[in-house]
């Protein structure tokens, strides 16, 4: 069985300049996360999917980030205009269902570069 | 969201067990405690959970104690492969709230 899918896996932009990342879930994972990771701490939820409905997006940036889900499966997450603290890995993890019990899989990350 | 208190580093010899801490005095009857382990340049990847009862797997065991506020992440036979960011983080029994990520613990094993 395939993992989460993320793309590209490295992004060098300059700041000021938009950027975006793409993420497959598992094959009929419903419930889909977005994390920040800075160097040195824990991932940060971003925003929470289940199937196409944002439920949890208390903590995403919205003056600059955007995200959607199409069709409740493949997600994109959009930075408009990037800022040099958005440096970052950012992380997709899907799992079957909503939190708290469930196992969350992530994928590899996209580690984001902001000069 | 309940938090979680865990050493920042450990240390330990290959081949030797590990005993990887963390302290959740405010967990509630619902939370179950996860453990995930973050290997360098990867995502985190799941290790282990329970509720109540000991918990063991093909990676690890997971002792639970009896009021619940810690737990003990416990690697039979540590090879170098397992070290790694151990995180030990708190869900919600129900649909509500998401896996908070502390700093975890840093675990270097040493051949």
């Known amino acids: 069985e395939a993992g989460v899918v993320q793309s590209p896996r490295y992004k060098i932009i300059e700041k000021k300049q938009p950027v975006a990342f793409w993420c497959n879930p598992i094959?009929?994972?419903?419930?889909l996360y977005w994390y920040r990771q800075n160097l040195g701490q824990g991932p940060e939820l971003l925003i929470r999917y289940e199937n196409e409905e944002a439920v949890d997006d208390s903590q995403l940036p919205k003056d600059r980030f955007s995200a959607e889900r199409l069709k409740g499966v493949d997600s994109t997450l959009k930075i408009q205009p990037a800022e040099l603290g958005d440096s970052a890995v950012y992380l997709c993890?899907?799992?079957?269902?909503?939190?708290?019990?469930?196992?969350?899989?992530f994928g590899p990350g996209t580690r984001l570069l902001v000069l | 969201d309940a938090k979680t208190t865990q050493p920042n580093s450990m240390e330990s010899n290959e081949e030797e067990p590990v005993h990887l801490p963390c302290n959740h005095s405010t967990i509630s009857g619902t939370d179950y405690i996860h453990w995930y382990r973050q290997l360098p340049s990867q995502g985190p990847e799941y290790v282990i959970h329970?509720?109540?009862s000991n918990v063991n797997n093909r990676m690890a065991s997971l002792a639970i104690a009896e009021d619940r506020k810690s737990s003990t992440l416990i690697l039979h036979r540590a090879t170098l492969r397992d070290a790694a960011v151990y995180y030990c983080i708190l869900g919600l029994g129900g649909s509500q709230g998401n896996l908070i990520f502390g700093k975890g613990t840093k675990l270097s094993v040493k051949p």
């Open positions: 329970g509720l109540t």
């Open positions: 094959s009929g994972h419903n419930t």
């Open positions: 993890a899907s799992s079957p269902s909503p939190p708290g019990r469930e196992t969350q899989y």
